[in-house]
């Protein structure tokens, strides 16, 4: 089991995502977090990932990004991972457009919690191999599997 498997679940994770702006990709990823997690509020998601962007870019280059933010209904750190369709401009260091994002929410007071969970998913978003075979899945399931896989 991977660190991936501890915060992820199917429910969150889609392959070929629809995305035509990161607003429309933020709105895509609130209705995703929310319809798995009911006690969070989607207005309240979607206001947390917008704000948190507006304070810079969460794309890291070469086609990722790790949108996150702190939630206060959010009672344990969670995550939703999400292939896009077509990839979307993201203001990434590199300027690619992105196409593989892994998403973090978690509660408002776990500060180093949060950094230590970003860290991990960096590292392992940061290994060439792992992200291919996440953007080779072809539906929802096997992406998860990939990224919960032992191999990742």
Known sequence: MNALSKILSPGRTVCCAPGSSKKRLFETIATIVCDDQTALAYDQVLDHLISREKLGSTGLGQGIA???????????????????????????????????????????????????????????????????????ARDDRGLYDIACSDGA
């Open 66 to 136: 790790i949108p996150h933010c702190r939630v206060g209904d959010c009672a344990e750190p969670l995550g939703a991972l999400l292939t896009l369709k077509e990839p979307i401009p993201f203001d990434a260091p590199d300027d690619l457009p992105v196409d593989l994002l892994f998403v973090l929410l978690v509660p408002e007071e776990a500060n180093q919690q949060h950094l230590d969970i970003l860290a991990t998913i960096a590292r392992l978003l940061s290994e060439a191999e792992f992200c291919a075979r996440l953007r080779a």
